[in-house]
């Protein structure tokens, strides 16, 4: 059972998605001519210039927000190094004298608080050891994620020297 078809016939029994497929095509006529227009700048190009994301953020802000964020993690971390060594002194001259009390007391005081002391004071400066080497270790990465922040800002800018001439 072959039927003939008509494109006519078809457009008559749906009229809504006949205007409709006219309407799109003439709402992409018009857009097309709109966007195409040659005198001055073209509206795509004004278009494409307000759509495009470079424009969003504001990188000297940024790299400004950078140099502060490191700027204050250094002072913390030297603080942080200054009140280690603090406690370290402190707990020294409690062991000192922890250790001038114990050598005018007995001799079996004398051994137990010497030991005390010593274990302490040990234990006290491995503790602001180890707190400036991670306070370092830390002042290293951020310092290097500040620097990997300030190449790829860079890196976006229009006039940028590792950037193509092509512009895309």
């Known amino acids: 059972m072959v039927q003939q078809f008509n494109a006519l016939a ?3 029994k749906h009229p809504g998605i006949a205007g409709a497929v006219v309407a799109v095509l003439a709402g992409v006529g018009l857009a097309t001519l709109l966007l195409n227009q040659r005198s001055g700048s073209t509206r795509f190009e004004h278009l494409r210039d307000r759509i495009n994301p470079r424009g969003w953020v504001d990188t000297a802000a940024l790299r400004d927000q950078f140099g502060d964020l490191a700027r204050s993690v250094r002072q913390g971390l ?3 190094g200054e009140r280690a ?3 370290g002194e402190d707990t020294r001259d409690k062991a000192g004298r922890w250790y001038r009390d114990a ?3 007995s001799r079996k ?3 137990r608080h ?3 002391a010593r274990r302490y004071a040990d234990r006290a400066g491995g503790y602001a050891r180890s707190h400036a080497r991670e306070g370092g270790a830390i002042l290293a990465i951020i310092t290097i994620a500040a620097a990997v922040g300030a190449a790829a800002l860079e890196a976006r800018r229009e006039n940028a020297p590792t ?3 092509s512009g895309y």
């Open 10 to 12: 078809e457009i008559r």
């Open 78 to 80: 030297d603080e942080a």
């Open 85 to 87: 060594g603090d406690l």
């Open 103 to 105: 050598r005018r007391s």
């Open 109 to 111: 005081s004398l051994k």
């Open 114 to 116: 010497g030991k005390t």
């Open 163 to 165: 950037r193509s001439k």
